[in-house]
């Protein structure tokens, strides 16, 4: 069946710094790939999503490419901010009335 | 862009009582939309699938007598957890799908649920 890992968490970073939050996932035929983000007592929003292999996904300043020969997906931003802390969760959209299948979460605290 | 509502935002129910949660797709119509329980500091669990205008499907361990799922139209889907016990207590989530080959979710801002 279809699977998602997440590194573990959480992630603790300084303003302006790196941010690499790894994702793999296990999957039959070709899934759609996607970045949510959970801020503090919200629901999840789409943060970016490719649908195909090598397809780039990217917004806010976050980007994440469909590496199909990796089976990875990992969400990467050059400098973050206070207002990235969220919690953020890598899925995968199957074939199956579109159901996702979700990593476990990986919490970001950025400090300034 | 596609938004997803849910009422009530929190509840507080005595144990015994049935609650009910809306899930509402605002801006287009949604033939398929899901219902996910979020634990503290966990992730999103899918608890059943749900399309207008037939029975809703239940993953492996989600008892469906428990929580009754109705999709009577193309906009709304309601949740309604009966009996509740605190154990029950947790965070619900709906999401709506646009359809077709897009896979792309929309979600709901999530309904605390407090069983006393």
């Known amino acids: 069946g279809n699977s998602v890992t997440q590194m573990e968490g959480p992630v603790t970073l300084s303003e302006e710094a790196f941010l690499t939050i790894n994702c793999t996932y296990t999957a039959t035929g070709y899934p759609s790939l996607f970045w949510y983000v959970q801020y503090p007592g919200e629901g999840l929003q789409l943060l970016l999503k490719?649908?195909?292999?090598?397809d780039k996904g990217s917004n806010k300043g976050f980007e994440a490419t469909y590496r199909k020969e990796t089976t990875s997906f990992h969400l990467e931003k050059g400098s973050v901010q206070v207002s990235d802390s969220a919690v953020y969760f890598c899925?995968?959209?199957?074939?199956?009335?579109?159901?996702?299948?979700f990593g476990q979460g990986t919490i970001l605290t950025v400090h300034p | 862009g596609a938004v997803v509502s849910q009422h009530p935002s929190w509840v507080i129910c005595k144990s015994g009582t049935s609650v009910k949660i809306e899930c509402r797709s605002l801006?287009?119509?949604?033939?398929?939309m899901f219902w996910y329980r979020q634990f503290p500091k966990q992730s999103l669990m899918l608890m059943a699938t749900s399309n207008e205008g037939s029975k809703a499907t239940y993953e492996q361990g989600v008892e469906k007598d428990k929580f009754l799922i109705n999709h009577a139209s193309l906009t709304l889907s309601t949740l309604t957890v009966t009996s509740a016990h605190p154990e029950d207590s947790s965070f619900y989530i709906c999401s709506a799908r646009l359809g077709g080959t897009n896979n792309e979710q929309f979600f709901g801002p999530g309904t605390r649920l407090t069983v006393l």
């Open positions: 490719a649908t195909k292999a090598d």
């Open positions: 899925a995968l959209g199957g074939t199956s009335y579109g159901k996702l299948t």
């Open positions: 801006d287009f119509q949604a033939t398929t």
